[in-house]
């Protein structure tokens, strides 16, 4: 690459870049919706009935319509906090994320 490349490069980006060479983890995060129940709600998150396993740790987007006077459809980023299998479904503890 000539300087005036270089430096046309360069002028492009908004910061600088350094070499590293370093280990990475990552996981690919992509839609892939699925389909469950909710078995109960509160303030901190929410007890749900699942149809596969999920690592503790899994992060969900989950979308739900609160029934009542007002009805409201809720998106929500969730943590699964822990998880019990029951029969063929998993009930599953998710805390909401801010």
């Not at 995060?29 to 078995?39: A, D, H």
């Not at 503790?56 to 319509?65: A, K, P, Q, R």
């Not at 809720?74 to 029969?87: D, F, S, T």
Request: proline content about 3%; hydrophobic content about 40%.
């Amino acid at each position: 690459m000539s300087e005036r490349e270089k430096k046309i490069s360069a002028e492009r980006r908004s910061s600088q870049r350094v070499e590293l060479i370093s280990n990475v983890t990552y996981s690919v995060v992509m839609p892939s919706y699925q389909t469950g129940l909710i078995r109960d709600i509160s303030e901190g998150g929410l007890c749900l009935m699942l149809p596969q396993p999920l690592a503790s740790g899994t992060i969900l987007n989950v979308e739900f319509d609160l029934h009542g006077e007002q009805s409201e459809h809720i998106k929500a980023l969730v943590r699964v906090v822990w998880q019990k299998q029951e029969a063929d479904k998993f009930q599953t503890g998710v805390k909401f994320l801010v």
